[in-house]
């Protein structure tokens, strides 16, 4: 059974910085795109990172970039997302995905879908 767990959320300062956790089982996750999503109150849910099958097909939200790392981890079948300088609008539920599907143009990754499976997300709240 395909089973995602989120680990690492909490509550930190304005510009601190936490490391995500998802814990894969049921499948092999190098085989798969991989994502970061998130969801704040109100607010539709949002890709903020994924990673491809593919060495180098990445992609951030636009408000992730530069702050924001996504990687895998094989050994312990794993995706992480190391956030620094986290601000207030980072606040939300973050969950991780498998089996995403990233988007392209002709400028390159543009996006980021996920549909089939989620973990049940980490609670990440900025506030001084």
């Known amino acids: 059974q395909v089973q995602l767990v989120e680990s690492g959320g909490g509550l930190v300062q304005p510009g601190g910085s936490l490391r995500l956790s998802c814990a894969a089982s049921?499948?092999?996750?190098?085989?798969?795109?991989l994502g970061w999503f998130r969801q704040a109150p109100g607010k539709e849910r949002e890709g903020v990172s994924c990673?491809?099958?593919?060495?180098?097909?990445?992609y951030y939200a636009d408000s992730a970039k530069d702050r924001f790392t996504i990687s895998r981890d094989t050994a312990d079948n794993s995706v992480y997302l190391q956030m620094n300088n986290l601000k207030p609008d980072d606040s939300a539920i973050y969950y991780c995905?498998?089996?995403?599907?990233?988007?392209?143009?002709?400028?390159?990754?543009?996006?980021?879908?996920?549909?089939?499976?989620w973990g049940q997300g980490t609670r990440v709240t900025v506030s001084s």
């Open positions: 990673i491809g099958t593919i060495d180098g097909t990445i």
């Open positions: 995905a498998t089996d995403v599907s990233l988007v392209y143009s002709y400028s390159g990754i543009i996006g980021c879908l996920g549909d089939d499976y």
């Open positions: 049921g499948f092999t996750l190098e085989n798969y795109a």
